[in-house]
């Protein structure tokens, strides 16, 4: 440890990660759907990207905020997965001050990415039914490039202040985290000092990207209703919907748990901590998950492209 005015005061030099509380001694079966998990979001958001990146029909922009996403979703879960999989198959409890610090800072700013995504993806499904003929020349392929760029730069700018804020306070003794991963909520219960800056600009970032982002979604999928309720033509309105349906599943897959979990953090603290870790673990593993699922599903192009692609194979053999 670290001393710092005061035999009390001290920053810590590592952290002790806690994976599923009260379940300590099941660890090696709890790493089972953990692997799993990261097998399917591995492989499906793998697959999604790969099948974009060789056919030339999907260089369209839905599809490449598609790539964003799924580049987003990996960034999360690359980030969770050593110490996720330290803790469950090896029993590596302890992580050090610094990476937790870099554990925090990528996931939350794969997290705001992927926030951001999410809201520009709605704003391409309103262009596309509010003005299909102009779509291709209003969302070109400069901008969209421009659009991830501030995405990833946005992200990186607003997160880059919390792990400098953390390292200013005394943790005076406390550094036993309630996750299998270093989240800013948890983190900022741990100092003794004055965390107020740290809550305000946490708050900060939470109405400035997910909150902003939320509200904007609504927005956008009001118009989108709004367009389509003006088609005269039933089976023109029913497509038209449709093309959205994936995106709406997205979209409550990553904002319904990320919710809950702020709602958890702020305002439950007397919920059991295996709820707050099975809330952490939705939040991050949910949406990863499910979004190649329901892509490949439910959107032909991405079927028809993943099918081109496993008869290569088997044509290969």
């Known amino acids: 440890m670290k001393i710092s005015n005061g035999s009390m005061r001290f920053l810590p030099t590592t952290f002790i990660l806690v994976g599923i509380p009260g379940l300590e001694a099941e660890h090696i079966w709890i790493s089972i759907p953990f692997c799993l998990m990261y097998i399917i979001i591995f492989l499906g958001n793998g697959t999604i990207l790969h099948v974009i990146r060789t056919d030339t029909a999907l260089h369209q922009p839905m599809y490449l905020f598609l790539a964003l996403l799924a580049l987003a979703e990996v960034g999360v879960s690359v980030s969770t997965l050593p110490t996720v999989l330290g803790i469950f198959l090896f029993d590596i409890t302890e992580i050090n001050f610094d990476a937790c610090l870099l554990q925090m800072f990528c996931i939350h700013s794969f997290s705001i990415m992927e926030s951001a995504v999410l809201l520009a993806m709605s704003v391409d499904r309103f262009v596309a039914i509010y003005s299909p003929l102009h779509y291709t020349t209003i969302l070109t392929l400069p901008r969209i490039i421009g659009t991830g760029a501030i995405i990833g730069f946005k992200s990186i700018m607003l997160m880059s202040p919390l792990p400098l804020l953390l390292r200013r306070l005394p943790f005076c003794g406390h550094n036993v985290l309630s996750h299998s991963y270093c ?115 439910k959107t032909k192009e991405i079927r028809r492209g993943i099918v081109r692609i496993l008869l290569q194979k088997r044509a290969r053999v």
């Open 183 to 297: 989240l800013h909520p948890n983190l900022i219960h741990l100092p003794c000092g004055d965390v107020s800056i740290n809550n305000i600009y946490g708050l900060f970032i939470v109405i400035s990207t997910f909150g902003l982002d939320s509200l904007l979604i609504v927005v956008s999928y009001g118009l989108i209703l709004h367009t389509v309720l003006g088609i005269a033509n039933g089976e023109g309105r029913r497509k038209a919907l449709n093309t959205c349906g994936s995106h709406v599943c997205a979209v409550l897959a990553y904002y319904v748990p990320m919710i809950g979990l702020s709602m958890v953090h702020r305002f439950g603290h007397h919920v059991s901590p295996l709820l707050q870790a099975m809330m952490a673990n939705a939040y991050l593993f949910f949406p990863p998950v499910v979004n190649p699922i329901v892509y490949s599903m």
